[in-house]
Each structure stands twice: as structure tokens, then as C-alpha cells.
């Protein structure tokens, strides 16, 4: 498990939210070519979201900025 801070965990979840969504724009591209390779980033990108995610549930209340708003 990572340790984030409260001042990088809202950045760090909006960071992640928009690398899954642009990878995801990324192969629906017909001119993409090693399409094995983002889906394999993808996969992994998208398990550290759900790992920070996670993490950022349990100090929700400290930042105070529900997960919901940011994401």
C-alpha cells in the first residue's frame, strides 16, 4: 500500500480518473499500434486508481472533500 498525503490525495484521484479515460479514448483509435501494450497500462493504471481510491475512502473525512465530487 502507498502512503498520500490529504494535500495530494484529491490531485492524485483526479490524475489517475483522467489517464484511465484517456487510455480508454486511446484504443478505440484505428491508428493505434501496439494496442497489447495500452491495454496492458490500462489494466494497471486502472488497478492504482482503485488502489488510491480505496485509500482515499479511508481519509475522506480529513480532507473533507467526498470521493463522489471528484471523481
Known amino acids: 500500500m502507498i502512503e498520500i498525503s490529504n494535500a ?11 489517464a484511465v479515460r ?6 478505440t483509435s484505428e491508428t493505434l499500434r501496439d494496442r497489447a501494450d495500452y491495454e496492458e497500462y490500462l489494466v494497471e493504471v486502472s488497478q492504482l486508481y482503485a488502489e488510491v481510491k ?3 475512502k479511508r481519509i475522506e473525512a480529513d480532507i473533507g472533500i467526498p470521493l463522489d465530487e471528484i471523481v
Open 22 to 27: 484517456h487510455n480508454e479514448q486511446l484504443l
Open 54 to 56: 480505496a485509500q482515499y
Open 8 to 18: 495530494a490525495a484529491p490531485l492524485l484521484v483526479q490524475a489517475l480518473r483522467d
